[in-house]
Nanobody, 125 residues
Framework: DVQLVESGGGSVQAGGSLRLSCAAS????????MAWFRQAPGKEREGVAS????????SFADAVKGRFTIDQDNTKTTVVLQMDSLSSEDTAMYYC???????????????????WGRGTQVTVS
């Protein structure tokens, strides 16, 4: 099974930046689509950003376009979400997810991702 561990969350003032990392292990994750989701209290989990298996393609939710970027490290076992120009609306628990199916990259729907991390809290004040 794939194991995903998120790190990098914390508290930041509005306008600031945070960098989240997702370390993946346990399977050939180099062939997996990876994504970041977030869930605020009382709201449904939503896709934030995704990256295709080989890192050649990315997708972003409209709410974060131009502010967030997603990338893989050279070993393709760590996915990073760089978040800039943060606002209070970005406050949520952020989750890393992975799935071997290529379609997952495009859909960015929770139901299409099999493996999940436990999440890291991001609070913007």
């Amino acid at each position: 099974d794939v194991q995903l561990v998120e790190s990098g969350g914390g508290s930041v003032q509005a306008g600031g930046s945070l960098r989240l990392s997702c370390a993946a292990s346990g399977a050939p994750v180099k062939t997996y689509c990876m994504a970041w989701f977030r869930q605020a209290p009382g709201k449904e989990r939503e896709g934030v950003a995704s990256i295709y298996t080989d890192g050649s393609r990315t997708s972003f939710a409209d709410a974060v376009k131009g502010r967030f970027t997603i990338d893989q490290d050279n070993t393709k076992t760590t996915v990073v979400l760089q978040m800039d120009s943060l606002s209070s609306e970005d406050t949520a628990m952020y989750y890393c997810a992975a799935d071997p199916a290529p379609r997952a990259w495009r859909s960015m729907e929770p139901v299409d991702f099999t493996y999940w991390g436990r999440g890291t809290q991001v609070t913007v004040s």
